[in-house]
């Protein structure tokens, strides 16, 4: 559990995934929209699963560089791609997965994959949060 709060952040979503939501310095004002796949219009708005996969990806990412920085192991090229879906649960609502593709060029992919496990076990805010809540996929590009 966190026990020294370093940062928090604050957005507002009005209208649901039809509406739109907003950061409290403005910096994030988006429209929302279904995505067709659910049964809406998609076009030029985003939408909370997009919005969760750009958060998880960097987060990751980061994650990763931090390990490597603590080993002494020189990341230049880095990148890591969140596919995050939704869809039924058979208890009943909706629930999310994730998959994520951690892209590590310059290293062996024995090493780029300890990174990675050892950022999703030990580091990542966005991984702790859904351990045990949503089935977190981990590939090596």
């Given at each position: 559990?966190t026990t020294?709060?370093?940062?928090?952040?604050?957005?507002?979503?009005?209208?649901?995934?039809?509406?739109?939501?907003?950061?409290?310095?403005?910096?994030?004002?988006?429209?929302?929209?279904?995505?067709?796949?659910?049964?809406?219009?998609?076009?030029?708005?985003?939408?909370?699963e997009q919005?969760?996969?750009?958060?998880?990806?960097?987060?990751?990412?980061?994650?990763?560089?931090?390990?490597?920085?603590?080993?002494?192991?020189?990341?230049?090229?880095?990148?890591?791609?969140?596919?995050?879906?939704?869809?039924?649960?058979?208890?009943?609502?909706?629930?999310?997965?994730?998959?994520?593709?951690?892209?590590?060029?310059?290293?062996?992919?024995?090493?780029?994959?300890?990174?990675?496990?050892?950022?999703?076990?030990?580091?990542?805010?966005?991984?702790?949060?859904?351990?045990?809540?949503?089935?977190?996929?981990?590939?090596?590009?």
């Open positions: 559990m020294q709060v370093l940062y928090t952040a604050q957005a507002t979503a009005e209208g649901g995934r039809e509406g739109h939501i907003r950061s409290d310095d403005g910096i994030l004002d988006l429209k929302l929209a279904l995505p067709k796949a659910l049964g809406g219009p998609g076009g030029a708005a985003t939408n909370p919005l969760f996969a750009a958060g998880y990806a960097a987060c990751f990412e980061s994650a990763i560089r931090f390990v490597a920085r603590s080993r002494g192991i020189a990341v230049k090229q880095a990148s890591v791609t969140a596919r995050v879906g939704v869809g039924p649960r058979a208890a009943g609502g909706f629930g999310l997965t994730v998959a994520l593709t951690v892209s590590l060029p310059e290293l062996e992919r024995a090493q780029a994959q300890e990174l990675a496990e050892t950022a999703h076990r030990d580091i990542c805010p966005y991984s702790h949060a859904t351990r045990g809540n949503i089935d977190v996929e981990l590939n090596i590009a």
